[in-house]
């Protein structure tokens, strides 16, 4: 039986993604150069596709114009690969939300430390961030073509949109996209998990946008109610850190200084 062979009989079976070691094993006869070879012809064939050093998915027929694979299509089996825990973050997330306003190029995952190093051809449908520890406890679960894929819940998508504003456009873009996501927020369920997961600081920001941008108090009450026992002697935060904050009017409810002006693009 030949790597092609090998290869269309896993697709069958429902296993579109395989990694060079499992070829290897699987042709213990053949040697290590052989085996590259034959991978590499597979590739320039378009038959497959290398999405991260030594793991590979098979392109069904409907992409094979560009070769190219969805990643939502291989993800959950690339972090089992990696032996790393997971989820689809921010804009991604929000998409798997409902929230279609702002569509990413890449698919935006976070990971754990230390870091994925990455060969020079390294996945562009992909963008990386980390964590210490990935919360479990606040992920979702939704079904793929091949597999299912793990997604931050409704309010820590919200949480990391404004912890790393700066990442997805701007704050006025992460606020447009929480505005997107209010009706799942239920953050008296799930404060004081976030707390341990994020910083005071974002949860003032959000806790602000929440309350005075966007009007909705009652989510914005329930962050109040989890960090108001931290709020006593912590300093002013500035809304955007990279504006500057002389002054600016300040917020004492949420101990902000208000140094940007958020402007929501028309999303209704």
């Given at each position: 039986m030949s790597i092609s062979t090998w290869i269309e009989k896993r697709e069958i079976r429902g296993f579109p993604t395989f990694s060079y070691q499992d070829v290897r094993e699987a042709f213990s006869a053949l040697s290590p150069i052989v085996v590259s070879n034959e991978l590499h012809r597979l590739c320039k064939r378009k038959r497959i596709q290398s999405v991260h050093r030594g793991f590979y998915t098979v392109v069904p027929i409907q992409f094979k114009d560009r070769g190219i694979v969805p990643p939502y299509n291989y993800i959950n089996q690339l972090m089992t690969h990696l032996h790393r825990h997971?989820?689809?973050?921010?804009?991604?997330?929000?998409?798997?939300?409902?929230?279609?306003?702002?569509?990413?190029?890449?698919?935006?995952?976070?990971t754990e430390f230390p870091k994925i190093t990455f060969t020079t051809n390294k996945n562009e449908q992909l963008a990386w961030f980390y964590r210490k520890e990935i919360p479990q406890s606040l992920l979702c679960e939704t079904n793929t073509d091949t597999s299912t894929i793990l997604y931050s819940n409704a309010e820590l998508t919200a949480v990391d949109l404004v912890q790393y504003s700066g990442l997805v456009g701007g704050l006025s873009i992460a606020t447009t996209i929480v505005a997107e996501l209010m009706e799942k927020f239920n953050f008296h369920l799930y404060g004081n998990e976030l707390l341990n997961v994020t910083t005071l600081s974002t949860l003032q920001r959000l806790g602000y946008i929440l309350d005075v941008v966007l009007e909705n108090s009652q989510q914005a009450d329930a962050i109040h109610e989890i960090i108001r026992p931290h709020l006593q002697n912590v300093r002013y935060r500035p809304l955007s850190t990279s504006l500057p904050i002389a002054n600016k009017k300040r917020n004492t409810k949420w101990r902000i200084i208000v140094n940007q002006e958020i402007e929501l693009d028309d999303i209704w």
């Amino acid at each position: 039986m030949s790597i092609s062979t090998w290869i269309e009989k896993r697709e069958i079976r429902g296993f579109p993604t395989f990694s060079y070691q499992d070829v290897r094993e699987a042709f213990s006869a053949l040697s290590p150069i052989v085996v590259s070879n034959e991978l590499h012809r597979l590739c320039k064939r378009k038959r497959i596709q290398s999405v991260h050093r030594g793991f590979y998915t098979v392109v069904p027929i409907q992409f094979k114009d560009r070769g190219i694979v969805p990643p939502y299509n291989y993800i959950n089996q690339l972090m089992t690969h990696l032996h790393r825990h997971y989820y689809v973050c921010l804009l991604s997330a929000g998409v798997l939300h409902g929230a279609a306003h702002q569509r990413p190029q890449r698919l935006t995952i976070m990971t754990e430390f230390p870091k994925i190093t990455f060969t020079t051809n390294k996945n562009e449908q992909l963008a990386w961030f980390y964590r210490k520890e990935i919360p479990q406890s606040l992920l979702c679960e939704t079904n793929t073509d091949t597999s299912t894929i793990l997604y931050s819940n409704a309010e820590l998508t919200a949480v990391d949109l404004v912890q790393y504003s700066g990442l997805v456009g701007g704050l006025s873009i992460a606020t447009t996209i929480v505005a997107e996501l209010m009706e799942k927020f239920n953050f008296h369920l799930y404060g004081n998990e976030l707390l341990n997961v994020t910083t005071l600081s974002t949860l003032q920001r959000l806790g602000y946008i929440l309350d005075v941008v966007l009007e909705n108090s009652q989510q914005a009450d329930a962050i109040h109610e989890i960090i108001r026992p931290h709020l006593q002697n912590v300093r002013y935060r500035p809304l955007s850190t990279s504006l500057p904050i002389a002054n600016k009017k300040r917020n004492t409810k949420w101990r902000i200084i208000v140094n940007q002006e958020i402007e929501l693009d028309d999303i209704w």
